[in-house]
C-alpha cells in the first residue's frame, strides 16, 4: 500500500486554493488519484504537499483487505486530526456509513472511479479561484441560444431500447450529471441573465437512478439525485423551468404538485410516440393506453394548468389502419396542447429496420397528413377556449407589430408563440402578463395587461 500527497515537484501557486491528497492503495487507485489531480489542476486548484497548507484534504482509499480498510480509516483520521475537511474517495467509499460513523465530520464519501463526485465535492468545499486563462470562457459557458434561455443538460444516455433508435448504442447507458453539479451551471446560467431553462436528457425522469439516487446537498439541505428533488431545487431559482423528454414513469407524478405551486412550468414533453399496444410493443416502448390516459387525467386534477407536448411516429413498420386510427382516437382523449409528427424512417443500425411490414411512403404520407390535420382541430379547440384569460409570456423578438412571446404552453422553436401588440418598450427577456384575444391551431395573440411585471436586464 502506498501513501502519498503531491509530489512536491509538482507546481504549487501562490493564491489558488489548494488539495492535498492521500493515495492508498493499488495502482488502479493511484491512476484513480492521477485523474482526480489532472482534473482539478486543469480547473485551477493548486496541489498542496502538506495537510497545513490544504484548503482540503481527499483521502482515496483502499477497501481491499481488512487490514488495509483499517489502515483508510486511519488515514482519515489523521487527515481529520490535520487538516479537518476531509473529503473521502475510493473503494472503502462503498462503506460510506461505517466511515460517517468512525467520522461523521467527513465533508464527503464517494466510491471508486467517481472522478465528478469527488471533484463536484472539492467545488463544494473550495471555491476555484479566478484565473484569467481559464475564466476566458464566461461562467455560463458558451451558448447558442438568445442570452434568456438555455438548455441544462442533465444526462447522457440512455438505458431504454427503443427499436427505431441507436442512441443507446452511440451514447451508452444513463450517466445522470452530479446533483451540484447541475444546479452549479443552472445558477450560472440564471446569474448571467437566463430566465428559462430547458432541462433536456435522453430520459429526464430516469435521472439519477444509475447513481442510486445518491446523496447530495444543495441549499444547506440534503436531497437525493434524483428527478423530483432537481425539479424543486431548480424551481427555486425563480425562472422559468421547462421539463422535455419525459417518461411517463409513476414518479412523474411528484412534481405535478411543483406544477400547480408555480415552482416548476405546468409543461411536460413526453414522447410517446404512438397509441397502439401493438406498435408500442414492437417499438420497445413501455408505455399501456389506458393507463397513460387515467395518469394524464390525474396529472390534469393535479395541475389544471398543465401542457402536455408530445411527438409520434406514423408508418412504423406493422402498423395496420386499425393502429393508425386507435391512435387518432387516443389523440381526442388525450387533448395534448401540442403535438409533433415524423414518418417513420430506417436508422442505419436499428433493430426495427429488419421489422416485416414496411409501410409504403405513400400510405406514411396519408396518415401524417391525417393526423396533423386531425391534431390541428384539437389545438385549435384547447387554444381557443384561452381566448379571454390571462396568461404570463416571456418576450423573445420585437418587430415593428409588437412582441414575439411565448407563454408556460410554449417551448422555443418547438411549440406556438404568442404575439403580444403594441410598441410597449419590450425587449427579449422580459416577462409580462397579456390578456388571450385570438387563438388559431398553434398560436395566441395577446394584449399586455399591465407594465412588465418581471424584466431581464
Ligand atoms: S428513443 Fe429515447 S428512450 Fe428510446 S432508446 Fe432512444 S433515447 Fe432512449
Redesign the pocket.
Known amino acids: 500500500m502506498t501513501k502519498t500527497l503531491p509530489d512536491k515537484n509538482m507546481p504549487i501557486g501562490t493564491d489558488a486554493p489548494k488539495i492535498g491528497l492521500v493515495s492508498l492503495g493499488c495502482p488502479k487507485a493511484l491512476v484513480d488519484s492521477e485523474r482526480i489531480v489532472t482534473r482539478l489542476r486543469a480547473e485551477g486548484y493548486e496541489l498542496s504537499p502538506s495537510y497545513e497548507g490544504a484548503d482540503a484534504v481527499v483521502v482515496n482509499t483502499c477497501g481491499f483487505l481488512n487490514s488495509a480498510k483499517e489502515e483508510s480509516l486511519q488515514a482519515i483520521g489523521e487527515a481529520l486530526a490535520s487538516n479537518g475537511r476531509v473529503i473521502v474517495t475510493g473503494c472503502l467509499g462503498v462503506e460510506a456509513e461505517r466511515i460517517r460513523d468512525h467520522y461523521p465530520d467527513v465533508l464527503a464519501v464517494t466510491g471508486p472511479q467517481a472522478y465528478e463526485a469527488v471533484v463536484e465535492a472539492v467545488h463544494e468545499a473550495v471555491l476555484r479561484a479566478h484565473d484569467p486563462l481559464l475564466d476566458l470562457v464566461p461562467p455560463q459557458g458558451i451558448r447558442f441560444t438568445p442570452r434568456h434561455y438555455a438548455y441544462l443538460k442533465i444526462s447522457e444516455g440512455?438505458?431504454?431500447?427503443?427499436s427505431?433508435?441507436i442512441?443507446?448504442h452511440l451514447r451508452g447507458p444513463l450517466r445522470s450529471r452530479p446533483f451540484g453539479d447541475v444546479m452549479r451551471e443552472a445558477e450560472r446560467l440564471v446569474a448571467a441573465g437566463v430566465q428559462e431553462l430547458l432541462v433536456i436528457s435522453?430520459?429526464t425522469s430516469a435521472y439519477g437512478l444509475d447513481l442510486e439516487y445518491a446523496e447530495a446537498a444543495w441549499g444547506g439541505r440534503p436531497v437525493e439525485t434524483r428527478f423530483a428533488d432537481l425539479a424543486e431545487a431548480l424551481g427555486s431559482l425563480g425562472v422559468w423551468v421547462r421539463m422535455h423528454?419525459v417518461?411517463p414513469y409513476p414518479h412523474v407524478d411528484q412534481i405535478l404538485p411543483l406544477m400547480a405551486d408555480g415552482q416548476i412550468l405546468p409543461y411536460l414533453d413526453i414522447?410517446f410516440q404512438h397509441a397502439s399496444p401493438r406498435v408500442l410493443k414492437a417499438m420497445r416502448?413501455p408505455a399501456r393506453r389506458e393507463k397513460t390516459l387515467e395518469r394524464l387525467a390525474r396529472w390534469r386534477t393535479q395541475c389544471s394548468e398543465l401542457a402536455v407536448r408530445s411527438t409520434f411516429i406514423v408508418g412504423f413498420p406493422g402498423e395496420t389502419e386499425d393502429d393508425f386510427t386507435e391512435l387518432l382516437s387516443w389523440l381526442s382523449e388525450a387533448r395534448l396542447a401540442r403535438v409533433g409528427c415524423f414518418k417513420y424512417e430506417d436508422v442505419d443500425g436499428a433493430p426495427a429496420n429488419a421489422l416485416p411490414d414496411q409501410v409504403p411512403e405513400e400510405v406514411k404520407d396519408e396518415r401524417y397528413a391525417r393526423l396533423m390535420a386531425h391534431q390541428q382541430a384539437i389545438s385549435a379547440e384547447v387554444l381557443g377556449a384561452r381566448v379571454g384569460e390571462a396568461l404570463e409570456v416571456i418576450v423573445d423578438d420585437v418587430d415593428a407589430e409588437g412582441a414575439i412571446a411565448r407563454s408556460h404552453w410554449d417551448a422555443p422553436d418547438i411549440d406556438g408563440n404568442v404575439f403580444v401588440d403594441g410598441d410597449n418598450g419590450l425587449r427579449p427577456g422580459d416577462r409580462l402578463s397579456v390578456k388571450v384575444t385570438g387563438a388559431s391551431e398553434y398560436d395566441l395573440w395577446a394584449s399586455p395587461l399591465c407594465p412588465r411585471t418581471d424584466a431581464a436586464v
Do not use: G, K, M
Open positions: 440512455c438505458n431504454h431500447s427503443c427505431f433508435c442512441i443507446p435522453q430520459d423528454y417518461y414522447p416502448r
